[in-house]
């Protein structure tokens, strides 16, 4: 590639919100080059394993010993990554960091990042999100309400397609839906009971997920969802939304992208007489060449920690410690979401009823603790919700009684008896001395400075996890359920695969270093619109909102660009 030629922006990072960037800055007619540090990837043709059944795997899915050894922290998620799908997350062993406090950093290098293999629940935040730090004196206030935000999630949910159902709740806005997935017998049951026995406004609904449900809902390029369920494998019916099958297809077509795969980019060109970054630095991870690409407008979406990094390693003379750095912000503040702990139950009954396909999606309980003062709870501040599904258990449950035999083959044709779980996913709040930093000794394979994360649970993060179990039990026993059991497996901050934080928004540079536009607030050309944005966590899954505000910036980004102010 030309490495003199100037292009009108440049995108780092190709996943939720570099997809995004990519393709409103093309469609907005920016000449945008798009550099991303993995392999590439295409829609479908790259899927190896889309069509794939259990029994083509030797270890019934499961990785083999060797395997392991790549993706030891990778595996700490246990579901993920597995023979199926691990040519989607990274080898640990190409790709350390440094855990001063243990931080599960879960990551996919490849040209769509982790939408491809991403949960796809998506939520809005509402006014008590953006107002909580402000109201309760915590960290720095949003300079954004949700005013603000609600046409950019308007936009998002009516493009990626996004099915649930409207509720009516102020703490999670209703948005633009396709038709709701179906709650099974099951679910239903506890939907019922919960309304029924608690009356603070707590409520079972189907969770609202990334995927069309609508089959005469248009689409380019892109189906309805299968019900297959085979999501982190790659969709090549792209049922689900991926940057794979819309946004960036949807850049390409404008005829102004330019993709580059392979590239790390690890540094933003500052330029002291004219205070606007010029480009970035780049580094070719196949032959290890050293390269140099020019633009006027610059977006970081390289994931969270990524695009910290990559601002910590941008030094200047007027920028010793990191590029738009002048608050010490940067780095500070590291958020993610509680996971790993919630309850399972039996549930006795139903075993005349079954569901059809393999939905890929669960229901959902919203906030209800802290809204007001009936819902207050003591010892922590903010709140969780839940997300859970209940389904019939396999033949394996009752071999060892049955033995061999007639019997055996009998019953291993026949599901289970139903069980229920349900896994809690609460805020973490935004302590600055969570932070990550650069390693002073340690270097990847590339010559650049490994992270350091210093990042743990802290008082309010350890009593609101207690409550977290206490609240789903109490649920499931007020409905009837069986053998109920809370359970909490070890994890650390990171492994609900959520972080975000360090490169906060807010009112000025000097305790913030984005502004309201997602603007760094002194090098404007430069724009952060991944999870380091992110001023506090909320407990609602955050790629919605990553996407809404990379479409609300790279919009203003367009405008400022076509008026001049990027010259």
């Known amino acids: 590639m030309n490495q003199e030629e100037q292009y009108d922006a440049i995108v780092v990072g190709t996943g939720i919100s570099?997809?995004?960037?990519a393709k409103e800055l093309c469609e907005n007619?920016?000449?945008?080059?798009?550099?991303?540090?993995?392999?590439?990837?295409?829609?479908?043709?790259?899927?190896?394993t889309m069509n794939d059944d259990p029994w083509d795997y030797p270890l019934k899915g499961e990785l083999s010993t060797e395997d392991k050894k790549k993706y030891h922290v990778q595996n700490r998620v246990n579901w993920a990554p597995k023979e199926d799908n691990k040519h989607f997350f990274v080898n640990d062993l190409d790709h350390p960091y440094v855990e001063t406090k243990r931080f599960d950093w879960i990551r996919g290098y490849q040209v769509g990042g982790r939408s491809l293999t991403w949960g796809r629940q998506s939520y809005r935040w509402g006014d008590i999100d953006f107002t909580a730090n402000k109201r309760e004196g915590i960290s720095i206030d949003w300079p954004v309400r949700y005013k603000d935000i609600s046409p950019w999630y308007d936009k998002v949910e009516e493009y990626i397609g996004v099915s649930g159902e409207a509720l009516g709740l102020d703490v999670l806005p209703d948005g633009k839906f396709q038709p709701p997935m179906d709650l099974n017998c099951v679910e239903e049951e506890f939907k019922k009971a919960t309304a029924e026995k608690f009356d603070d406004g707590r409520l079972v609904t189907i969770g609202r997920t990334a995927h069309i449900t609508d089959p005469n809902a248009t689409f380019e390029g892109r189906g309805v969802c299968q019900n297959r369920n085979r999501c982190s494998r790659g969709c090549p019916f792209g049922g689900y939304f991926s940057s794979n099958s819309s946004t960036l297809p949807a850049a390409e077509r404008t005829g102004n992208m330019t993709l580059r795969a392979n590239s790390i980019v690890h540094e933003v060109i500052y330029d002291d007489k004219t205070m606007k970054a010029t480009g970035v630095r780049v580094i070719d991870t196949e032959t290890h060449e050293k390269l140099e690409f020019k633009a006027k407008v610059i977006f970081l979406c390289a994931s969270a920690m990524a695009s910290v990094g990559i601002l910590m390693q941008s030094k200047?003379?007027?920028?010793?410690?990191?590029?738009?750095?002048?608050s010490d912000a940067l780095g500070r503040g590291i958020m993610d979401h509680h996971y790993k702990l919630g309850a399972r139950a039996k549930v006795e009954g139903h075993l005349n009823k079954y569901y059809k396909g393999r939905r890929a999606n669960g229901f959902y309980i919203p906030r209800f603790v802290n809204l007001d003062a009936k819902t207050k709870r003591e010892g922590y501040i903010r709140g969780f919700g839940y997300q859970g599904t209940a389904s019939r258990n396999d033949w394996s449950a009752s071999v060892a009684e049955m033995g061999y035999g007639k019997e055996l083959k009998d019953e291993i044709l026949k599901p289970g008896h139903w069980e229920i779980g349900v896994t809690g996913f609460g805020e973490f709040l935004p302590h600055d001395d969570n932070r990550v930093t650069l390693s002073a000794t340690e270097k990847d394979k590339w010559g650049l400075p490994q992270l350091d994360f210093d990042v743990e649970f802290k008082e309010n993060e350890l009593n609101m996890r207690k409550d977290i179990k206490k609240e789903i039990v109490a649920m499931f026993k007020a409905a009837g359920f069986k053998d109920v059991e809370p359970y909490e497996e070890p994890s650390g901050p990171g492994l609900g695969i959520h972080e975000m934080g360090g490169a906060r928004m807010g009112h000025s540079p000097k305790t913030s270093i984005v502004n309201k536009h997602n603007q760094i607030h002194t090098v404007p050309n430069v724009y952060v619109t991944d999870g380091a944005f992110m001023t506090s966590s909320n407990c609602v899954n955050p790629s919605l909102t990553y996407m809404a505000f990379t479409a609300r910036a790279a919009n203003h980004a367009a405008k400022e660009f076509k008026a001049g102010k990027f010259s």
């Open 18 to 21: 570099g997809g995004w960037a």
């Open 316 to 326: 200047s003379e007027r920028f010793p410690n990191g590029l738009g750095n002048d």
């Open 29 to 48: 007619g920016l000449k945008t080059l798009v550099l991303e540090r993995g392999r590439m990837v295409k829609h479908v043709e790259d899927y190896p």
